[in-house]
């Protein structure tokens, strides 16, 4: 029977408004990007604000079913609450005020302050606060599909970072801390289905806590090398850490004199450690590289090898500060007496700086340091005999590198890169005791919620699966978030007897929930093929009189080559894509 003319699951290309573009966009510099934009699934209004356009809105909204089944089968519940968030429930947190730069703020009319919610912890606090009394009601777990704005200092990469992005948010609530765990867990579980489900291979990893601290964290990341994240693994024994996290097994420092004795050594013009490590003919590690932070408005010298980069992350854990940053000209010169590149651990001007250094310098003698005074280096320095770093101002400091070891098992590490996705946090009582959000136990009792909270980037998910799931012609969809499972290539439109059979092919497919597109634009087949494979329709049916004629239509997947291609009589032709989708 005919279809009716509302049956809004009918798509032809020509009524379809899709444009595909021959030039990359100026402003994209990785793959996925590119192809985001030529394939128009979307198209930027401003830096880091994108229109979806109706094929990647039907990705978006794939993606969103299948966050939201898998949250659904997980016992979650869903609510929306509003992206105008009233500043008041901020100031109960304190994030008002910490939150920084990056949260859009506004005011209405009456002059009362709203943010733009670049997340959403007070809202879902307050709001359990409100709904939940009594132990009964535990554990619940809220959340929602929103859009969040966030004023980032770099939007970029179209929509992996951008200041309007669609996230799942989601909270748990619970009596106990056992049951905040397996809340957590089950979480977890339900993300490692929602990626599987949209074709991604992601990873979890462990990150760090921000400000909640050593709370129990897993990031799941896409491995790409366009990721901005560096990921350290074992291949040994599975450990995984975003490098912000990531520890190592300290080497020894040992000692690496020359054996010319202490004294000072005139190095002019050499500031950087390879500069100097050439100017004396040394290597990168006899040097310890001495920079000054300042941490919440204090400063303090960081002490590493030469050869290893300060992890600001890890700095900031250990002093406990709030904030961590390289202390400007001014400040280097009144503190250590010298300019930056000569800077170094033995005697600076202000006698009360705290200096600390890196785990595997304990103990490390025969080093080669900035003298605090320019254009002067010490060698063959003691660090325990000649600065006043004492035990308690040696930590982790560095960011691990690859072939540094295992903290776990002692093998070494490989460094990969990747894209958080998704990101699943234990946040104890936080928000909770902020809110002051309780529930009464068996006997009356009250006591304080104790809270997760767990974020998908939706509209990150979506770029994600093109990043890890593309070649040169274009993007190679997995069904399940495919913008149409198949395409059908008509290449007679004005041919009755190939078009009969083209839309014949779409109802009967659509009529076993495939969705389908069919190409009846007047167009050269070269052209065509080369629109699908660059939107990337994961099985293309083709449609021809001589096809016809010849025996059939093709079904050709686009991650096979064309050697691939089946032969179907017009009969057999929707088993042929069924079984081409696999
Ligand atoms: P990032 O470190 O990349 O800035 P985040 O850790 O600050 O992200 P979360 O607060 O954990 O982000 O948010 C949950 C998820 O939302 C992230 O895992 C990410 O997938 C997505 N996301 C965060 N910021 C953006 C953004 N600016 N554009 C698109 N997606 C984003
Ligand atoms: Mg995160």
Not at 32 to 46: D, E, F, M, Q
Not at 60 to 67: A, E, F, N, S, T
């Given at each position: 029977m005919a279809f009716f003319w509302y049956n809004t699951q009918i798509m032809k290309w020509t009524k379809s408004l899709i444009q595909t573009l021959r030039e990359n966009p100026g402003?994209?510099?990785?793959?996925?990007?590119?192809?985001?934009?030529?394939?128009?699934?979307?198209?930027?209004?401003?830096?880091?604000l994108y229109s979806y356009l109706p094929?990647?809105?039907?990705?978006?909204?794939?993606?969103?079913?299948?966050?939201?089944e898998e949250m659904d089968r997980a016992g979650a519940l869903e609510i929306v609450s509003p992206i105008l968030q009233p500043a008041e429930l901020w100031r109960t947190t304190g994030r008002w005020d910490t939150m920084g730069p990056n949260m859009f703020k506004l005011r209405d009319r009456g002059e009362h302050e709203f943010a733009l919610g670049p997340t959403a912890e007070e809202v879902f606090t307050d709001l359990a606060k409100g709904l939940v009394s009594s132990y009964r009601q535990l554990p619940v777990t809220i959340y929602q599909i929103q859009w969040k704005f966030r004023d980032e200092t770099r939007p970029r990469f179209g929509l992996m970072r951008s200041k309007e992005f669609l996230m799942k948010d989601a909270y748990s609530f619970d009596a106990d801390a056992e049951g905040a765990d397996k809340s957590y867990w089950n979480m977890y579980?339900?993300?490692?289905?929602?990626?599987?489900?949209?074709?991604?291979?992601?990873?979890?990893?462990?990150?760090?806590?921000?400000?909640?601290?050593?709370?129990?964290?897993?990031?799941f990341h896409v491995l790409a090398d366009a990721g901005e994240d560096g990921i350290a693994f074992c291949e040994g024994c599975g450990y995984a850490a975003n490098l912000e996290k990531a520890e190592r097994r300290c080497p020894a420092a040992g000692d690496k004199a020359e054996g010319s004795g202490f004294a000072e050594v005139h190095t002019?013009?050499?500031k950087t450690i390879e500069e100097v490590a050439a100017f004396m003919g040394l290597p990168a590690d006899a040097f310890v590289k001495s920079l000054v932070y300042v941490a919440d408005g204090t400063p303090v010298m960081v002490c590493v090898p030469g050869d290893r980069d300060v992890n600001d992350v890890k700095l900031k854990r250990f002093l406990g500060a709030k904030a961590v940053g390289l202390a400007d000209f001014g400040t280097v010169?009144?503190?250590t007496g010298a300019n930056a590149g000569f800077v170094g651990p033995v005697g600076p001007a202000d006698a009360s700086l705290r200096i600390v250094a890196d785990a595997s310098l304990r103990g490390a003698t025969g080093r080669i340091v900035g003298a605090n005074k320019d254009?002067?280096?010490?060698?063959?320095?003691d660090l325990a005999r000649d600065t006043k770093i004492g035990e308690a101002d040696f930590s982790d400091l560095v960011?691990?590198?690859?072939?540094?070891?295992c903290p776990k098992c002692g093998k070494p590490m490989v460094i990969k890169r990747g894209i958080e996705v998704g990101q699943v946090f234990k946040l104890g009582t936080k928000y909770s005791a902020a809110f002051n959000a309780v529930y009464k136990n068996d006997k009356l009792e009250e006591h304080v919620m104790i809270m997760g909270c767990y974020g998908v980037g939706v509209s990150r998910t979506l770029q994600a699966v093109i990043e890890q799931s593309h070649d040169a012609n274009?993007?190679?969809w997995p069904a399940s978030v495919a913008p149409y499972m198949v395409v059908i290539e008509n290449l007679d439109p004005s041919n009755a007897e190939v078009t009969k059979v083209a839309d014949g092919l779409e109802a009967e497919l659509e009529a076993a929930g495939i969705d389908v597109l069919v190409d009846d634009r007047e167009e050269r087949p070269g052209v065509k093929f080369k629109d699908a494979d660059l939107i990337g329709f994961p099985v293309r049916v083709v449609v021809g009189a001589k096809g016809l004629a010849n025996g059939g239509v093709e079904v050709k997947r686009r991650a096979d080559d064309k050697s691939k291609t089946v032969i179907a009589p017009v009969a057999d032709a929707a088993a042929a894509v069924r079984a081409a989708l696999g």
């Open positions: 402003d994209a510099e990785i793959d996925s990007h590119k192809l985001l934009i030529r394939a128009g699934l979307a198209r930027k209004v401003a830096g880091g094929l990647g809105m039907r990705v978006l909204r794939k993606i969103q079913q299948i966050v939201r579980h339900a993300y490692e289905r929602i990626y599987g489900r949209c074709g991604l291979k992601a990873v979890a990893v462990q990150a760090d806590g921000g400000d909640m601290g050593d709370s129990l964290t897993h990031e002019p013009n050499a010169l009144r503190v254009d002067f280096h010490l060698r063959d320095v960011v691990v590198k690859a072939g540094d070891v274009g993007i190679i």
